[in-house]
C-alpha cells in the first residue's frame, strides 16, 4: 500500500504542515507548493481556515502565539514551541495527585504529557487544558468534560480508558492509560505496509467506535490522529471531546435530571450550538461527512463516513475525491494496491454522500470489509443452503453460505436482524482472539448466527461458549423457550 502523503507530496499534505502554513511558520521553499495545493482542495483550505481564526485571537498579556499542532499526540518537532508562549510546565511539576514527566504532543486544545501517578504507581497520560481566552477556555473546560463523560462511558480494549477528569489552580486536567506506541497517523508513516495489515488494524479500531454507538455515541472526529497504537499492535480510539448523543430518545429521558444539576453533560443538539462559534463546525473538515459539514444532525453513519475516508486515505494514499459527482471510490482508487472487490464495494457504500445510502450501521461496515474469508471443505457440498438445528442432544449454529463456499450474512438474515434490534436491542459482546467467553442465556432453546466461521458456538450448561476462529464482527441471534428473542453484535479482535 502507499503511505500516507506528507508534505513534500502532490496529494493532500500533513495537517502539521498545514498548520505551519497557517501560522507563517512553514519553510518558505515549501510555501509555493503548499498555495498551489490549496488552490485546488477545498478540504485544506477549511483546514487551514480553522488554525488561522484560531491563531488570530486574542492572547493573555499579548504573548506570542506559536502554531498549534493538530496532531495532539505526535512529539513537536525540535525547536517549535506549543501554544502561548510560557505555558509549558516544567517536569517534576505536580499537578494534583501527578507528577509530570515528558511532553507528548500539543493540539489546539490541551496540552498532554507523561506523568507518574505515586498512589499507584503507574504511568498516565494527562491532557491539560491550555490557556486561551476566556470565551473559548470556557469551551474546552466543557469539551474536556464531556470527552471524560464519554470515555468513560465506555469499556472496551479498543477505546483509550479515562481514569480521573480534575482541576487544581483553575487548571482543568484529563488523566487517561499511557500507550507507549504512536498514532494510526504516525504508524502508517513509518514504512510502507500490506493492505491486510492496514485493514485489519482498522477493523480493531471500528470495533470501538462499534462500541462507542452501542452507548448512543458518536465520536464526530475520528481520524488517524485519534486513534493510538501500542506498541503491542492493540489500536486505541481517543479524543472523545466532540462526542454526542445521537439517540434522541436516551438524551431526552435524562434531560430532566441533568438540567438541575452542575455535571456536565456530552452535548445535545442546542449545547453544541451553544459551543459552536458561528461559522465553524467542530471536527477535522478533511475527514468530516458531508452532513457534518453542512450543520446538519449527524448520527453514527456521520463516524462511518469518517472511519471509510481515513481507511481509503491509507490505502491509496490520498483521500478520496469530493469533488466528483460519482462514488468518491471510483471516481479514484488507481493508486494503491490491487484490493478484493468486496474492500472496494465496502468503501464506496460508506463514502456514499447521503447517510441513507451507507452501510446501515458499523458493525455491518466492518463486517462488509471483512469479507468471505476461506472455509475448509467440509462446507463445499452446503452451496447457499441454511442449516438450522434446534439446540438440544447436538447443538448446531445457523450458517448462511454462498456459492464460493464463503460465509456471509444473507438479506435474509440480515432482515431478522434488523427485526431483532427494533424489538429489543442490540447487545455489544467483545471477544480477544485465543480466549473464549461464556454468554449466559438461561432456557435457551435455539441460536443462529451470521458467520460460522467467525466464532464456534458450542451449548453449555445456562447459555452458550463462544470460541472466536478470527478477526471481524457478525450477528448472534437467539431464542428462548418462553419466546423470547434476543440480538447480539459479537465483536472478535486480536489480543
Not at 466492518?366 to 447457499?384: D, F, H
Not at 471481524?472 to 447480539?488: P, Q, S
Amino acid at each position: 500500500m502507499s503511505p500516507l502523503p506528507t508534505s513534500a507530496s502532490p496529494a493532500c499534505p500533513d495537517e502539521n504542515a498545514l498548520a505551519g502554513f497557517a501560522s507563517g511558520v512553514l519553510p518558505p521553499g515549501d510555501v509555493p507548493a503548499m498555495a498551489a495545493h490549496l488552490d485546488v482542495c477545498e478540504d485544506c483550505r477549511a483546514l487551514v481556515a480553522a488554525v488561522a481564526a484560531e491563531s488570530s485571537a486574542p492572547n493573555p498579556g499579548g504573548l506570542s502565539q506559536g502554531p498549534t499542532r493538530l496532531d495532539s499526540r505526535v512529539p513537536s518537532p525540535e525547536g517549535e514551541k506549543p501554544g502561548v508562549a510560557g505555558e509549558l510546565l516544567l517536569e517534576g511539576t505536580r499537578l494534583g495527585p501527578y507528577v509530570l514527566r515528558e511532553l507528548l504532543g500539543v493540539g489546539g486544545m490541551g496540552v498532554v504529557y507523561a506523568a507518574e501517578d505515586p498512589r499507584l504507581e503507574r504511568r498516565v497520560a494527562v491532557k491539560l487544558l491550555r490557556p486561551l481566552r476566556e470565551g473559548i477556555e470556557g469551551e474546552n473546560r466543557v469539551r474536556l468534560s464531556r470527552e471524560a463523560q464519554a470515555m468513560a462511558r465506555l469499556s472496551h480494549p479498543n477505546v483509550l480508558p479515562v481514569f480521573e477528569l480534575g482541576s487544581v489552580d483553575g487548571r482543568d486536567y484529563l488523566a487517561m492509560e499511557w500507550v507507549e506506541g504512536t498514532t494510526l497517523a504516525g504508524w502508517l508513516r513509518e514504512r510502507e505496509r500490506p493492505w491486510r495489515d492496514v485493514l485489519k488494524l482498522f477493523l480493531a479500531a471500528g470495533a470501538g467506535l462499534v462500541a462507542a454507538h452501542q452507548q448512543g455515541l458518536v465520536h464526530r472526529d475520528f481520524k488517524p490522529a485519534n486513534v493510538l497504537v501500542g506498541r503491542d499492535g492493540r489500536p486505541r480510539v481517543t479524543d472523545f471531546g466532540l462526542a454526542r448523543r445521537w439517540r434522541r430518545e436516551e438524551s431526552d429521558a435524562r434531560a430532566a435530571a441533568e438540567v438541575s444539576t452542575t455535571t456536565l453533560s456530552l452535548a445535545t443538539d442546542q449545547e453544541e450550538t451553544a459551543l459552536t462559534r458561528e461559522g465553524t463546525t467542530p471536527g477535522t473538515p478533511a475527514y468530516m461527512s458531508p452532513e457534518q459539514r453542512q450543520g446538519r444532525a449527524v448520527d453514527a453513519r456521520s463516524d462511518q463516513y469518517s472511519f471509510c475516508v481515513a481507511l481509503y486515505e491509507a490505502l491509496h494514499g490520498e483521500r478520496p475525491d469530493r469533488s466528483s459527482k460519482r462514488t468518491s471510490v471510483e471516481a479514484r482508487g488507481k493508486k494503491g494496491p490491487r484490493l478484493p472487490a468486496h474492500v472496494r464495494a465496502a468503501l464506496a457504500r460508506g463514502l456514499a454522500s447521503e447517510p441513507e445510502a451507507r452501510h446501515p450501521s458499523m458493525e455491518a461496515l466492518l463486517q462488509a470489509l471483512s469479507g468471505p474469508s476461506p472455509v475448509s471443505k467440509k462446507w463445499l457440498g452446503v452451496m447457499a443452503l441454511v442449516l438450522v438445528v434446534l439446540l438440544g442432544a447436538g447443538t448446531w449454529a445457523r450458517a448462511w453460505l454462498q456459492p464460493e463456499f464463503a460465509p456471509k450474512e444473507s438479506e435474509a438474515f440480515l432482515s431478522e436482524v434488523e427485526s431483532a434490534r427494533k424489538a429489543s436491542g442490540n447487545v455489544f459482546f467483545p471477544m480477544l482472539l485465543g480466549e473464549a467467553r461464556k454468554l449466559e442465556l438461561p432456557g435457551l432453546s435455539r441460536v443462529a448466527i451470521g458467520r460460522s466461521d467467525l466464532v464456534e458456538i458450542q451449548s453449555v450448561e445456562n447459555g452458550l461458549l463462544l470460541t472466536p476462529l478470527s478477526s471481524g464482527a457478525t450477528h448472534l441471534l437467539v431464542w428462548t423457550r418462553d419466546g423470547k428473542r434476543g440480538l447480539y453484535t459479537v465483536s472478535v479482535t486480536s489480543p
